[in-house]
């Protein structure tokens, strides 16, 4: 598999087929997110894989009752559209769990003490390539309560669930949200 | 390039030759920033192109400042004996900078509106892969006072210095690291 193509081609799922993901394939995209960087290698991530379809359900309920908060908070138009179905239909939902106790000396500075979220972000990243190398949809989803995720998914003391990957066999043919020219984006201090 | 390849055989560098990097591999690892998910869309980042030598030292002396204070009140042994002279050696210093109100709906949470953060990582992480991909090492560093960095590299209010990716051809040649089995990681709940 090219490695450009796999970046190039990475896109975010929210409709996907009922076909389920196969053991070693799941197996890789895992093997892939413990492949990245962290402050002192401290590998601050845990995975916990859900494919049970009540479990699920449940992490639908939660996010969309979250969602509907947040709507109603803030008044949004989109956030009342979104639909956050993708979560009952994908085969597996990866939940990635950081430990905040394993971040680096970056803790050392007053008010900081996020380098095991950037570590854990960078796993999520290697997981949705890794997926899309083997032909799965996938999609980095964060929008529920912490507090009630964590509770759902039984996690020790203080760890968090930082993002929810969902993976499938995609079925999403909306069209791929524009990105901005990476020019535009860029100052050189040469 | 086999993304498998790139992915396996990706690790963090401290020591650099003194060859420039080429323009074109540098834009192509701005590009493969860019390809990076974010909160809504909202592509958070910014790139902050550092080769001169005057400046890099500035970064140098910064960073090396910081190590030493955070060396004094922790007493962690290895900050002590830690050295940041990558930051003088790599041909290229990548400061990426995220801009904290172009993050997504988790801002709605009280606490919380890290999103801008986690995508930035992802876009470091294919920074990361796409220096390897093109035969480059690379460091993924943090440990810098962040008032200080954004000061030294004149950001616009607000935005933040959230990592600098050291960039060059590497000649590290200590051993990688070792990895955690990610088998004791991973916990189903099927």
Not at 10 to 24: G, H, L
Not at 72 to 87: A, E, I, N, T
Not at 89 to 115: H, I
Request: with cysteine.
């Amino acid at each position: 598999m090219d490695f450009w193509q796999v970046l190039r081609e990475r896109r975010s799922s929210r409709q996907f087929k009922e076909a389920a993901v196969e053991e070693n394939k799941l197996i890789k995209v895992l093997e892939a997110a413990a492949l990245a960087p962290s402050p002192a290698n401290r590998q601050p991530w845990e995975f916990v894989v859900v494919r049970n379809q009540e479990l699920k359900m449940r992490i639908f309920d939660a996010s969309n009752k979250a969602r509907e908060h947040l709507f109603r908070v803030s008044g949004w138009r989109w956030l009342g559209k979104y639909r956050v179905d993708f979560l009952k239909q994908a085969s597996v939902l990866v939940a990635v769990v950081g430990d905040p106790e394993k971040t680096g000396a970056d803790r050392l500075f007053p008010g900081r003490g996020e380098g095991y979220q950037h570590a854990c972000a960078a796993a999520v990243q290697n997981m949705l390539l890794a997926a899309q190398a083997q032909g799965l949809g996938s999609l980095w989803f964060s929008l529920y309560d912490h507090k009630e995720m964590a509770d759902l998914l039984r996690l020790g003391q203080n760890k968090e669930v930082l993002a929810i990957v969902c993976l499938g066999y995609s079925m999403d043919d909306t069209p791929r949200p524009p990105k901005q020219d990476v020019q535009g984006k860029i100052r050189f201090m040469d």
